[in-house]
């Protein structure tokens, strides 16, 4: 089936090298836009200035190539949707953040670290954003800030509603705002926005049709539902891949650099080997 008006996305974040569970999640976002006989697109999510590096950049970009994976957009060759690097894209997220604040769908908090990490419920899964106690979600003062610079900004997300969705690769996921999760970052204190902003700000600027990525972002799928409908944003397709696991049943990492591409191509594997070993059930 030709779907001409599909659009995907790579989306990487510079602030390591790729290992074989990256190269899984890129490779499976490749096939589907092929089949679709759509369009790719790069982005290169360096949003967060303390950890993203210019190298990592150019290396992400030569090992998806060496994978052979091709984008018709990115940093590197342009595009309708340029800038490509989130870096660059400042002016899109302060002109949601402006809106959010004006539809009163977002409070500042301030709430210091340590306040926070005192009265946190323990989160269900450990890499997860943990609950918020909800000392600031009365706050009415939003309009007084003309800026987001200085303080967190969470959205108020509607407690006891079910987010509901169907997953193209995990089926129907069901999620309760306020239970499941509670308000989410969308701007942090140093002026950086939140992840859940930024992707949601970008695939609506793209026009991205389906997003492909790692099974650990199916809870924030429904973060990012809130925030789209706070948005007035359209509703992409979702496609979750199952993470790669290492012999103890951790997700890869960036420590696992034994299972980095780089390295894996350095030990003298081909692509073709590499490709066969992420796309895998069971790695080395
Ligand atoms: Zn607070």
């Not at 979750?240 to 960036?254: M, N, S």
Request: with cysteine; proline share 6%.
């Amino acid at each position: 089936m030709q779907l001409t008006n599909y659009r995907g996305r790579l989306a990487p974040s510079p602030t390591g090298l790729l290992h074989l569970g990256h190269a899984r999640t890129f490779l499976i976002a490749a096939q589907r836009a092929r089949d679709h006989g759509g369009t790719l697109v790069l982005r290169n999510e360096d949003l967060d200035p303390q950890r993203s590096r210019p190298e990592f950049v150019e290396a992400m970009i030569e090992d998806l190539r060496w994978l052979g994976i091709r984008w018709s957009e990115g940093p590197d060759c342009g595009g309708p949707h340029d800038p490509y690097s989130q870096s660059e894209r400042r002016t899109f997220y302060l002109a949601a953040w402006r809106m959010l604040r004006d539809a009163g769908a977002i409070y500042p908090c301030s709430c210091s670290r340590r306040e926070l990490a005192e009265a946190t419920l323990a989160p269900n899964d450990t890499d997860d954003e943990p609950l918020y106690p909800g000392k600031c979600r009365h706050r009415n003062d939003a309009a007084q800030f003309a800026t987001p610079a200085g303080i967190n900004w969470r959205f108020r997300v509607p407690e006891g509603e079910r987010i509901e969705f169907t997953d193209l690769n995990l089926n129907s996921q069901r999620y309760v705002a306020g239970n499941d999760f509670g308000d989410f970052l969308i701007w942090r204190r140093d002026n950086v926005p939140a992840y859940q902003l930024a992707v949601v700000v970008d695939d609506a600027a793209m026009q991205i049709t389906e997003v492909v990525r790692g099974a650990d972002l199916v809870k924030s799928t429904a973060r990012q539902l809130l925030l789209i409908g706070a948005l007035g944003y359209s509703v992409p397709a979702y496609y979750h891949c199952e993470l790669l696991r290492d012999k103890e049943g951790k997700r890869l990492a960036k420590r696992h650099d034994a299972l980095g591409i780089r390295n894996l191509r350095e030990r003298g594997l081909t692509a073709g080997q590499v490709i066969e070993m992420a796309l895998s059930q069971a790695p080395p």
